[in-house]
């Protein structure tokens, strides 16, 4: 047989791979059993030859063959014969050589059955509706610029298992065969370049030649997405078809680090294989953590020409290890950054990746687009020569020679700016900022100079050590060095690089001129009105009206009626049949059987239905009636019968007509949580159902309880019995069916979902029910005796009322094949047809396109008997193409031409419409070639054959007998629309729907519609018409064409689109090797006031994630060009994973709702929000000619108070002995004490379980203090003026060792002591903040001086290098000779270290004054006197938390109790507990330490207040915070502990910074907290307007306590220095005596340094109003705002309202945000998020949180943080990652380290879960 095909055997002249040969037998094999045609046979054996085919070719055969491949490109696509494959006539494209038969050997002929077998009805699932169109759409793309475009990351243990991974690896090293790469390069059918799998990314097979290993599933067809084949095939094929594909790919450091891992050589400048992707296939690497698939050059659709593009920012430098390796700079406007020029050394295992490839052809284009660009840069564009000949490839030096004089931090119009003033030369990172992600390390000998610089404008600047032999060069100096430093490390920031050329490109409208705050304008932004719309131009329509109804003669009065009259005359006439899955005869209903098994069911439940065992059974012998259960005429019944039980069905159906009794016909529940499930018991609980009748079989397959064996309480279900209808007992003989009930009784509900998922009741009455069977019987002809083939559902519209209502009503023969048999063998339809002769056969387009599919079966088949083929879809537009090719194929099986019947059909209308059979003249059929453009906009206009935007209709035949039909707009009031408009189709008669049952308002507003004339008068008064939810128009001679559906219609932008087109499209961009099994769901999800167009797809189980992101890149491409419309979210989900029909169709609004939730669990997602998401506010402009000035007249004019406020007068005590009035030293304070009253206690230290460990005395603390004094002078060889790091864990020590450091004049600093399990990350903070602080002395106790030398310690970094540690645990008791006096009290007290939440550490310097005076300001407020009992719970390290812990008790007097924060973490209760024991009236606290007790003790407070625990005595219960409250921890703290005592009022919030470390604070006079809310969008913009609670956009503040004494407040524009009004937003500048002096940097009080942060942080001036006055900005943004309560001075409140840091927040589009307001966000759209956290990299907003489930979950939380932040921010999410639990860093205030996480994250060393860039 092979010989007769080809002259000579090409398999004999050159050598073919075993698996081609392998692949050869299994085309022979097809061949003989018919499974393909020989031009198929031909095609397929040419298309596995060609790339072994010897080159130049040398024997006519394979000219041959070539020249045919090359015929078959340029040849129109024709019809292929019976049985041709879809990709018959397409593309004939070169695929690869590894799509045979797994193995190396020889298959056996039983294993080659089985893969067929497994494949062969894949082509079922493919579609070539619009195949040609999407094919050219892609090929054009090829040419168009293609903008970098970066995968997801994702981890390795989501992607695949170790075993896999090694398999594969090893498979992608032997696809690039050398002649493949040969052919690729010199063939004469070239491959497109970026086509992973060399297969064609244009055309479909209908027959999958990978080796699929199916997953097995027995109900996963879909019911409503297989698209056969278009009618335009006929058409002129583009040649460009064969080069559609993904486009180039730009190498990338993970892509070279791949192929080192894999043994392959990195791609040279000068390599060959510069046009292929020779690593397509590459695996992971064995030894890398996580999965990073490189980026891909993805080909957008319309809106991405080559439009002005700005160059991205630079790579950054690497991360070093190393406390002494250089940090990432942060620049601010106009700054330079410098970097290391140095490599950076890979991690161990890793080796070191060469510079990436960089496509400069791209660059160019870049380059030389952004001349265009807004901002100032001086940017030079590349030159061609500067590539030295690369071609495709650019050298990484290219780029770094391109980007010389480009400046990278300078703005351009769109850029997030974090300080917007403030520029930061940033040095090093603070150290706990660097351990947290094991930056810093490596060895401290290696350690030179230390440096500290202060930024200009008084920021606290990052310390950098540098390394020894390392230099610091700016990008200018060295940018070749900075950028070739890039490797494989550095996979996240490319990746964004990458990202950025996309996303600086212009929307594709303009956005609106002006910013808007109202809904309303934003609402009619996202629906603007397009001057170019076409508009309907036709005259007003007339109602269509149907053929008068004549009832056939004879015909029984009713269906009760007919099934006693065919019962007893035709008692043996076959009634029903059905079909086994194997096609057998099951059973077969007669007529005399239907009646009788129809009255026992009837008498059944009128009179004898019982119960038994919980679930009901109908029958003899059983006990219990019901009673007051029982059915009674009228009340509603559910049938639950499978598909497979129509005779169950039918029986019972009957049954209830009988007995008056209502049926619901539901499907079958098979567990608790079915899709849709619940609606349906929502459905049976309001139509009052309690019984429901079912078969035995289906009972015993429903899921019963483990205990009682009774079924389960489904979700929403109503209670039911469960009642069995086989064998029950006969009715007695002289009983009868009750009268007829009246006409307007319901006869059967039947349900239908509508777009939203909700199930409704649809009421139809039985002279409904009857009308409509009579006009379906005079429509189609129907007569006694005829065979009807239903292959549709039989419980729901065409299949019941065609099957089972007229059917029996007219005594035909009704055969019902089922579902389970169309999956094994699809021509069984066809088969009945033939055996039985049958005259009508009621079927979907799917059925046509699987019978044509089933080519084997043609032979026997013969259709002549067939006169009305009835298509229940045919309402699709994608149906036409079935019908067509049906009819071309089995004409000469006997199949009349005007047998094919399409209908359109609706619940609420029943038959709207369908083609009659037989019917001929002009007006008979018909078929419109219409504009998607202007189907778009509603109107209907006729566009040209081969466009790639049309849309070919059949019509649907005319409108049914005795009704009238009208379009009516699909909006507002039921106007008429005119001839040439798109509109909802309305049908009046007798024979719809009656009401949704249970919803009157719904009711009247489908069922009773008047249409309005375009006077607003109506139509008619009398008719009233019913809505279909069909979209439609009326043809000439009043033909129905329907393009749609009201449930599928998505209005995006204004322009309306139908989710069967888009899908169609989809399935058009080869589906068969990406999809599985064709099952993909379309709908919308509204987002910013637009609806959002949503793809679901089910991935094939074999294909990769590459070729995924491929496939989801060209179908958007598709989409955007033929429909004009982006998509937003595009997500594939394994295989069999989307919730499924019982028909195994996708169920679509449990698909939805699955996605809105965040419970679908998808494989893949792909957010395109930058392109389809247009109607973005416009960003704010400043205006620059408004000054200060300006401003400030504008308040006054307008009666604005100028924001100010300020404290009561710090005044001196009235008492005479009080030291106060005497020394100004606390150190003296403490001396006064010891001796005045030194047997006082000071302090209390308590442990975990409430007992204390420790006390001091005035005595005690002067003594021990003394002794440590004397420790420093003798052992330390301390002077007055060094300072002396304590390293304390938080206790007693740290006390004394404080106050002995100022007995001899040294400052003392306090560190907190590095933690035992986190040595790496703890000890180099420990370590930065010595060397920073220029300590020369360690003081510290035996445990921790062990800790900082141990062994584990010396795996960080050298323990010999700190300097000298003494203990003070071993301390001789002597006396010191004298104490040192500073001369001055503006001489430096002591220096406090903190590291800020931006990650910047700063040291302040606090003056001998400012400590007395902080501590003389919170005696005043707080009321402290000796006799006081204050408890402590927060860290005593910096900031208030160290003044309250070593000051104030010193100063005041008063008793602290000390309870360190670990303790609450091992107890709980301890705080409170204290508070409680000690009666303890004044409390501080950390957010931490609040958080612990609200979650430890939520279950708790009962049996607290059991053991008597009473917090009455709390006057004031104060968190100390350096932030925004936390208002909704406090109010959870507060009544929580509410039923313990504990008052509302008395918790509180300080603030303060580091300026000032007590600025407000609640007192024990103060009046109570005052919260008001705020509008988020005003805030925004630097305003601030207050709304009621609740209103939209509200946001919640609470004040930050009141004002201490002594300090005064003013409100500025951070930029200008303008005072601002009250409704103004602006940074708090303070003046208080208390301020700190400066900062403490490395140079003292170098000029450049400290002196530069003084003036500006220091000492700032206003520029308006009181010019003269100094103040210190504290760098938070927030508002004063006078309240009505009354101090205790009798002046009104000004109450201090602290929204956030400025350094934090980041402007986006031109407003300021707060990242803590975008976090509560997006910690409320999932409940699986532990903890989240945003920053911004140049203007992209990432996105970090925190998954506390499942791996598989992660990528769930991507569309619903991105829809959530767009909704709520009006903000576009760039990066979306996803990490495990812990990785956000916390610092020991509770406060979220961003710009750690943003260094982890650009440093690739989050080791995320997946990371997701949204296009």
Not at 1042 to 1071: F, Q, W, Y
Not at 1479 to 1500: H, N, P, W
């Amino acid at each position: 047989m092979a010989d007769s095909r080809v002259p000579c055997n090409p398999l004999e002249s050159f050598k073919v791979p075993d698996d081609v040969k392998i692949r050869l037998a299994e085309l022979e094999l097809e061949l003989s059993e018919g499974d393909i045609t020989q031009k198929g046979y031909e095609k397929k054996r040419s298309r596995l030859l060609a790339p072994y085919l010897p080159k130049p070719p040398t024997s006519s055969s394979v000219s041959s063959t070539a020249a045919g491949i090359q015929q078959q490109l340029n040849s129109p696509n024709k019809a292929g014969p019976v049985g041709s494959l879809p990709d018959e006539g397409g593309a004939g494209m070169v695929e690869s050589s590894h799509s045979a038969d797994g193995g190396g050997g020889g298959g056996s002929r039983e294993r080659r059955r089985a893969h067929r077998k497994a494949t062969r009805h894949e082509s079922r699932y493919h579609s070539e509706v619009r195949q040609e169109a999407v094919q050219q759409v892609l090929a054009a793309m090829q040419s168009r610029p293609k903008p970098s475009m970066p995968m997801p990351s994702k981890r390795t243990s989501t992607v695949i298992a170790p075993d896999q991974q090694q398999q594969q690896m090893a498979v992608s090293q032997q696809q690039q065969h050398p002649s493949q790469q040969q052919q690729q390069q010199h063939g004469s059918v070239q491959q497109p370049r970026g086509s992973l799998d060399g297969s064609s990314s244009g055309g479909s097979s209908s027959e999958v030649d990978d080796d699929d290993e199916e997953v097995d599933d027995d109900d996963d067809d879909d019911d409503c997405h297989h698209r056969p084949p278009p009618p335009r095939q006929q058409q002129q094929q583009q040649q460009s078809v064969a080069s559609s594909g993904s486009g180039g790919i730009v190498g990338t450091p993970e892509r070279t680090h791949r192929m080192h891992v894999m043994g392959q050589p990195p791609v040279s400048q000068h390599s060959p294989l510069q046009h292929q992707v020779s690593d397509a296939g590459s695996s992971h690497s064995a030894g890398s953590t996580r999965n990073v698939t490189p980026p891909l050059s993805i080909q957008q659709g319309r809106p991405l020409p080559a439009l002005p593009v700005s160059p991205p920012p630079p790579q950054l430098p690497p991360r070093e290890t190393g406390l002494q390796h250089a940090m990432l700079n942060r620049v601010g406007n106009g700054g330079t950054p410098t970097t290391s020029n140095s490599w950076m050394m890979p991690p161990p295992g890793r080796p070191a990746a060469p510079p990436p490839l960089v496509s400069s052809t791209n660059l160019d284009d870049d380059w030389e687009n952004s001349s265009n660009d807004s901002n100032d840069l001086q940017r030079r564009r590349v030159q061609p020569g500067q590539h030295r000949g690369m071609g495709q490839q650019g050298d990484l030096n290219d780029l770094a020679d391109a980007m010389a004089g480009f400046h990278p931090y300078a703005q351009p119009p769109d850029v997030t700016n974090n300080t917007n003033q403030i520029r930061r030369t940033a040095t090093a990172a603070a150290a706990d900022r660097l351990g947290r992600y094991g930056i810093i390390g490596g060895s401290a000998a290696t350690q030179s100079s230390n440096a500290s610089t202060t930024g200009v404008g008084g920021h606290p600047m990052q310390t950098q050590v540098p390394q020894a032999g390392t230099s610091s060069t700016s990008l200018d100096d060295s940018t070749t060095g900075t950028l070739n430093s890039l490797n494989g490390r550095w996979k996240v920031s490319a990746k964004i690089q990458q990202l950025l050329n996309t996303l600086k490109r212009p929307k594709r409208r303009p956005l609106p001129e002006f910013y808007e705050d109202d809904d309303i304008e934003l609402e009619l932004a996202a629906n603007p009105k397009d001057p170019n719309a076409p508009k309907p131009e036709g005259g007003p329509m007339t109602p269509a009206l149907g053929d008068q109804l004549i009832i056939p003669s004879g015909l029984p009065r009713s269906l009760e009626a007919a099934i006693q009259r065919y019962g007893s005359s035709s008692y043996k006439a076959a009634a029903a049949t059905v079909l086994d899955p194997n096609g057998k005869m099951f059973t077969t209903l007669t007529y005399g059987k239907l009646q009788s098994r129809s009255y026992k069911i009837a008498y059944a439940l009128l009179n004898k239905l019982s119960k038994h065992g919980g679930g009901g059974v109908v029958g003899s012998g059983t006990a219990e009636l019901l009673g007051s259960s029982s059915v009674k005429p009228g009340d509603r019944v559910a049938l639950v019968y499978p598909n497979s039980d129509a005779i169950g069905f039918i029986c019972a159906f009957y049954g209830c007509l009988h007995a008056g009794v209502v049926p619901v016909p539901i499907e079958v529940p098979l567990t608790r949580r079915d899709a849709g499930s619940q609606q349906i018991g929502f459905l049976l609980g309001s139509c009052g159902v309690q019984v429901a009748l079912t078969s035995d079989i289906c009972l015993k397959g429903l899921p019963k309880t483990a205990s009682s064996g009774e079924v389960i309480a489904f979700k929403g279900w109503p209670k039911l019995h469960w009642c069995v209808t086989d064998n029950l007992i006969k009715p007695p003989k002289d009983w009868q069916p009750p009268p007829k009930l009246q006409d307007d009784t319901p006869a059967y509900i039947e349900y239908k979902t509508d777009k939203e998922g909700s199930v409704m009741g649809v009421t139809i009455t039985r002279s409904a029910m009857l009308s409509h069977c009579r006009a379906l019987t005079a429509a189609c002809s129907y007569t006694e005796g005829e065979v009807v083939v239903c292959v549709l559902d039989f419980k729901r519209e065409v299949g019941l009322w065609h099957a089972v209502l007229t059917a029996m009503l007219n005594g035909m023969h009704s055969i019902f094949i089922p579902y389970a048999l169309m999956k094994t063998n699809p021509a069984s339809w066809m088969q009945m047809i033939t055996k039985y002769k049958a005259s009508l056969a009621v079927v979907k387009s799917r059925d046509l396109h699987w019978g044509l599919l089933a080519t084997r079966d043609h032979r026997d088949i013969n259709l002549s008997s067939l006169r009305m083929l009835l298509v229940a879809d045919g309402a699709n537009p994608w149906s036409l193409s079935s019908c067509d090719q049906f009819m071309a194929v089995f004409q000469s099986k006997g199949l009349r031409a005007d047998a094919v019947c399409p209908c359109a059909a609706s619940s609420e209308v029943l038959t709207v419409s369908f083609r009659r059979p037989g019917r001929s003249g002009a007006n008979a059929t018909g078929r419109g070639i219409l504009s998607m453009q202007g189907l778009s906009f509603g109107v209907v206009r006729v566009d040209q054959e081969n466009s790639l935007t049309s849309l070919t209709l059949q019509d649907c035949g005319h409108v049914m007998p005795g009704a009238a039909m009208v379009v009516v707009k699909m909006e507002g009031p039921p106007y008429l629309c005119k001839t040439d408009e798109v509109g909802e189709i309305c049908v009046g008669s007798a024979s719809g729907g009656a009401h949704y049952w249970g919803l009157k308002g719904m009711s009247n507003a489908t069922f009773r519609v008047q249409p309005l004339l375009p006077s607003g008068d109506a139509m008619s008064a009398e008719t009233e018409f019913i809505r279909s939810g069909l979209l439609g128009f009326l043809g000439p001679g009043g033909l129905v064409f329907v393009c749609g559906s009201r449930d599928g219609l998505m209005t995006v932008t204004g322009r309306k689109h139908n989710t069967d087109d888009i899908i169609a499209t989809v399935l058009a961009v080869e589906p068969m090797k990406f999809i599985y099994r064709g099952r993909i769901a379309v709908f919308s999800i509204r987002v910013l006031r637009d609806e959002r167009i949503c793809v679901i797809a089910e991935q094939r189980p074999d294909c990769s994630e590459e070729e995924s992101f491929q496939w989801m890149s060209r179908v958007l491409q598709a989409v955007d060009s033929i429909h004009q419309v982006g998509i937003y979210c595009l997500a594939l989900v394994p295989p069999n994973s989307l919730p499924k029909t019982p028909l195994g169709g996708i169920h679509l609004s449990e698909t939805r709702r699955r996605f809105m939730e965040g419970s679908l669990h998808p494989a893949n997602v792909l957010m395109c929000p930058h392109t389809c998401v247009t109607n973005l506010p416009k960003p704010r402009e400043v205006h620059q000619d408004i000054g200060p000035a300006s401003v400030m007249v504008g308040n006054i004019v307008q009666g604005n108070r100028l924001a100010a406020a300020q404290g009561r007068e710090l005044r001196f005590g009235d008492d005479e002995a009080n030291p106060a009035n005497k020394y100004r030293y606390i150190s003296e304070i403490l001396q006064w004490r010891a001796q005045r009253t030194s047997d006082h206690v000071l302090f209390t230290l308590l442990g975990a379980k409430g007992t204390p460990t420790g006390t001091l005395s005035c005595a005690q603390l002067h003594k021990r203090a003394e002794r440590v004094a004397c420790t420093l002078v003798e052992r330390g060889r301390i002077n007055s003026g060094d300072h002396v790091a304590l390293i304390y864990p938080p206790g007693l020590d740290l006390v004394c060792a404080f106050y002995g450091c100022l007995y001899v004049g040294a400052v003392p600093v306090t560190i907190r002591p590095p933690h035992p399990q986190n040595l790496p990350t703890t000890l180099p903070t420990v370590r930065m903040i010595v060397d920073v602080s220029k300590a020369s002395v360690i003081l510290s106790n035996a445990n921790v001086i062990k800790l900082l030398k141990s062994k584990e310690a010396g795996s960080v970094m050298d323990v010999r290098a700190w300097p000298p540690t003494l203990d003070t645990d071993d301390m001789a008791k002597k006396k010191l000779s004298s104490f040192y006096r500073a001369p001055t009290a503006e001489m430096l007290a002591y220096l406090d270290f903190s590291v800020s939440t931006t990650g910047m550490l700063a040291g302040i310097k606090m003056s001998h004054a400012a400590t007395t005076a902080l501590c003389r300001s919170m005696k005043q407020a707080c009321e402290l006197y000796p006799s006081r009992h204050v408890a402590l719970c927060l860290d005593p390290y910096c900031g208030l938390g160290f003044s309250l812990w070593c000051l104030s008790s010193v100063y005041s007097g008063h008793h602290s109790i000390l309870i360190p924060p670990s303790e609450v973490e091992v107890n709980p209760a301890v705080w409170l507990s204290i508070v409680s024991q000690y009666k303890v009236r004044d409390t501080f606290c950390s957010y931490g330490v609040m958080e612990l007790c609200t979650k430890g003790l939520a279950t708790s407070v009962g049996l607290l207040k059991q053991r008597g625990l009473n917090l009455a005595c709390v006057r004031t219960c104060v968190v100390v915070a350096e932030e925004r409250p936390r208002v909704h921890l406090s109010t959870s703290f507060s009544k929580l502990f509410s039923g313990l005592g504990l008052s509302p009022r008395a918790v509180s919030t300080s603030f303060g910074c580091r300026i000032n470390v007590a600025i407000c604070l609640q007192g024990a006079s103060s009046p109570d907290p005052s919260t008001v809310y705020v509008d988020l969008r005003a805030l925004r913009n630097d305003r601030v307007t207050l709304v009621e609670r609740g209103a939209p956009h509200s946001l919640c503040l609470t004040e930050s306590g009141k004002l201490l004494p002594g300090v005064k407040v003013i409100i500025a524009n951070p930029d200008t220095k303008g005072q601002c009004g009250d409704s103004h937003l602006g940074e708090i500048w303070v003046q208080a005596p208390h301020n700190a002096s400066g900062y403490f940097t490395l140079y003292g009080d170098d000029p450049a340094g400290a002196g530069a942060a003084s003036v500006d942080h220091f000492n700032s001036r206003l520029v308006t109003g009181t010019t003269g006055e100094a103040y210190a900005r504290t760098g938070y943004l927030g508002f004063l705002r006078r309240t009505e309560s009354v101090q205790s001075d009798g002046e009104l409140h000004d109450a201090v309202f602290v929204v956030g840091a400025l350094e934090e927040t980041v402007v986006l589009r031109g407003m300021r945000y707060h990242p803590i307001d975008i976090e509560n966000t997006v910690m409320r759209c999932h409940q699986k998020i532990a903890e989240c956290a945003v920053f911004t990299w140049t203007n992209l907003l990432v996105v970090v949180v925190e998954l506390e489930g499942t791996e598989s979950e992660a990528l769930d939380l991507v569309p619903l943080v991105t829809s959530s932040v767009l909704e709520e921010h009006q903000l576009i999410v760039g990066v979306v990652v996803v990490v495990d639990p812990g990785v956000v860093p916390i610092n020991s205030r509770g406060e979220k380290q961003r710009m750690h996480l943003r260094d982890g994250f650009l440093a690739d060393q989050l080791d995320p879960i997946y990371v997701a860039y949204n296009m």
